[in-house]
């Protein structure tokens, strides 16, 4: 036989481990430093054993073993998934729960910690009390079971430091453990110091070209630099396998130097693009310069602003503070947002999705929507420059200025406003924006108390990856089943438009921590109320003097929009048809101020109330 004919099988093998052997989440056929797959290379505690896709790499700690699912090396951080434990069979504890441990997962004197949004994440998880389902498992049994039924954070004994919150906002779960097996399926993200001394001592072994190491026989498992001159040294012997191995280095090599012409093919081609602000030549690129909306530069945002002087600062949203801007050229004020720092390396891409987030908000034009008029992305911070709304927000009618009290046909018109604006953003924008954070704050009004909502797809452009950075929206107004999806839809921005409605019919907080534990959140507190038929007591007391009917209605819309199950809330069409129908009933008179017991029977005839609606 040929000898070249003898190396077409090493060679066919090779190319088969190359492609096969990806070890997901890793994109490359080696996981990088301290990552290894075989004992003795890498760091002792980051050993893990590859599987081909669509499995993932897992890695066992403490005796726990995980699949990864994400790896994301620049902060660094690993979510993982727990595999069951075999429970022994001396014990009688049996769930029918797959992913929850049957005991503590214990992390610590390991290099991974959970990281702190993924401890606030478990601490919000409440369990009912007391509990509403029947599959709690039996505490003589299963005394760890139990104990994380009651207080979900013990899962994980590292996340000791967080005490679960005062406030919970988002209702308790009946179903905890199922509910717990779900969450956990999203994985648990850790994160690792790179500070031991494995990691110090591998920076010099790298700059003397070695690999980074251990001695695995060892029971202390030193450090050890592997020089890679060390196979120099081997005496060349004409087996089948030295054969193999040369091949592989030579296909490595290959490989290596095409990866190269790669990489530096890609880094000519980014080096090409002009010096300017990316975001601009972005823009240009994509819109003619007479559709853009007006970019302003960092000095000119500064000067209008006073440099961001605080005496100029009239709020600060969940993603970042807002000043009022005066420019005395155009004579006009806007107010302008400067937005937290999210990532400070943004890097091209994510800036391009800032593009077109921009592209996307300057283009809507609604009379409800706080119009996006321009921005500014500069070294120092993104701001966006908007239409200043000069008479406060909701929330300051409402619940600051409560002397001033707002009559009952602008409380209506103003709801119909946001669900109109609402209906818009859902249903006449392409792709629909979810609005995700509309709470009594993010609704500004002018001086008739027109209102316009402000602050939408301000979440999504700040989460340019679409990837779960922490709870989102605000307490008191976050759809509950956001946690059981980790998604918020249109149905969410229903739910927190619910939220809004309640405040308008009872004039209260949206969370108030002075009300009794399980009446923290107004929408909790209104539909135990409006469940036993005690409708009344919540409504604002210095709306009595006006049509009960009309009140009755919109309180009952309120209840079906904040519905724990998504698909129970009307979507934006119903909720502005129901406000329209509620509004010329209350203005055509029909009997003028016919009795609320009256009017939600007649409610009701038409729509799906659970529990047979609210009596009065
Ligand atoms: C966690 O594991 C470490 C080392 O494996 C051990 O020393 C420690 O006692 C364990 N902690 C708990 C609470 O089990
Ligand atoms: C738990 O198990 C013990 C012993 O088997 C039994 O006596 C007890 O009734 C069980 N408790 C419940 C709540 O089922
Ligand atoms: C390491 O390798 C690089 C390039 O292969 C070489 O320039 C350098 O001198 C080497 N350093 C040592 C300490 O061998
Ligand atoms: C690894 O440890 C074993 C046992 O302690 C020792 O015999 C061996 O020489 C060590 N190997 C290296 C390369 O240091």
């Known amino acids: 036989m040929p000898p070249l004919f003898r190396l077409i099988p090493p060679l066919i093998f090779l190319l088969t481990t190359v492609t096969s052997h990806l070890c997901p989440p890793f994109t490359t056929t080696t996981p990088p430093y301290p990552f290894s797959t075989t004992p003795g290379s890498g760091h002792p505690s980051f050993q893990i054993t590859c599987h081909p896709p669509p499995l993932s790499a897992t890695i066992t700690i403490n005796n726990h073993h995980f699949s990864l699912l994400t790896y994301d090396p620049t902060t660094p951080t690993l979510s993982l998934f727990p595999h069951p434990t075999p429970t022994p069979t001396t014990t009688k504890c049996t769930t029918t729960t797959t992913t929850i441990p049957t005991q503590p997962i214990n992390l610590s004197h390991s290099p991974f910690k959970p990281t702190d949004s993924f401890c606030s994440r478990l601490s919000y998880i409440t369990p009912c009390n007391p509990p509403t389902t029947t599959t709690l498992p039996n505490c003589t049994h299963c005394p760890y079971l139990c104990k994380i039924t009651k207080t979900p954070l013990h899962l994980i004994n590292s996340c000791g430091s967080h005490p679960p919150p005062q406030l919970t906002h988002e209702g308790c779960q009946p179903d905890i453990l199922g509910f717990l097996d779900s969450f956990l399926r999203f994985g648990i993200q850790v994160e690792y110091q790179q500070q031991d001394s494995y990691f110090t001592t591998c920076k010099s ?14 029971p202390n498992k030193p450090f050890l630099c592997l020089q890679t001159t060390n196979f120099k040294t081997q005496k060349p012997v004409h087996t089948k396998r030295n054969i193999r191995i040369a091949m592989m280095s030579l296909a490595t090599l290959v490989l290596c130097m095409l990866l190269i012409i790669l990489f530096t093919y890609i880094s000519r081609t980014k080096k090409l693009s002009p010096v300017q602000d990316p975001a601009v030549v972005y823009l240009h690129r994509h819109r003619s310069a007479s559709l853009l909306p007006p970019v302003y530069t960092f000095e000119e945002l500064q000067q209008a602003t006073n440099n961001f002087d605080p005496v100029h600062k009239i709020g600060d949203g969940g993603f970042g503070s807002v000043f009022v801007g005066h420019f005395e050229q155009q004579n006009r004020v806007f107010a302008i947002k400067f937005l937290h720092k999210q990532n400070p390396t943004s890097n091209s891409v994510s800036m391009k999705s800032f593009c077109n987030e921009i592209l996307i908000l300057s283009s809507l034009n609604h009379p409800n929507l706080v119009k996006l008029h321009g921005y500014c992305s500069d070294p120092r911070g993104l701001l966006l420059v908007y239409e200043y709304v000069p008479n406060g927000t909701l929330s300051d009618h409402l619940h600051v200025h409560r002397k001033t009290c707002l009559p009952w046909h602008v409380r209506l018109d103003i709801a119909l406003q946001i669900a109109v604006a609402i209906e818009y953003l859902h249903f006449s924008v392409v792709p629909p924006i979810v609005h995700r954070d509309i709470t009594s704050n993010n609704i500004f009004a002018d001086k008739d108390m027109r209102v316009k909502v402000g602050d939408f797809g301000l979440s999504r452009l700040l989460d340019p990856g679409c990837v779960w950075t922490g709870p989102q929206g605000t307490p008191g107004y976050l759809d509950p089943d956001y946690y059981r999806s980790f998604r918020l839809t249109e149905k969410s921005d229903i739910y927190s438009f619910g939220v809004v409605l309640l405040e308008l019919v009872t004039g209260m907080k949206a969370v108030d921590v002075n009300r009794d534990k399980r009446e923290m959140t107004l929408a909790d507190m209104a539909v135990g109320k409006i469940q036993m038929g005690l409708l009344a ?8 003097t ?20 998504r698909d129970d809330r009307p979507d934006a069409k119903e909720v502005v048809a129901e406000l329209r129908r509620i509004k010329g009933r209350t203005r055509g008179g029909g009997g003028g101020g016919g009795s609320a017991v009256g009017m939600i029977r007649a409610a009701n005839s038409n729509s799906v109330v659970p529990d047979g609606g609210p009596v009065m």
Do not use: Q
């Open 205 to 218: 072994c790298k700059s003397l070209n070695g690999t980074c190491g251990y001695n695995s026989t060892h």
């Open 537 to 544: 007591e919540v409504i604002d007391p210095r709306l009595a």
């Open 546 to 565: 006006v049509d009960g009917g009309a009140v009755a209605a919109v309180a009952e819309l309120s209840f079906r929009c904040v519905a724990a199950d």
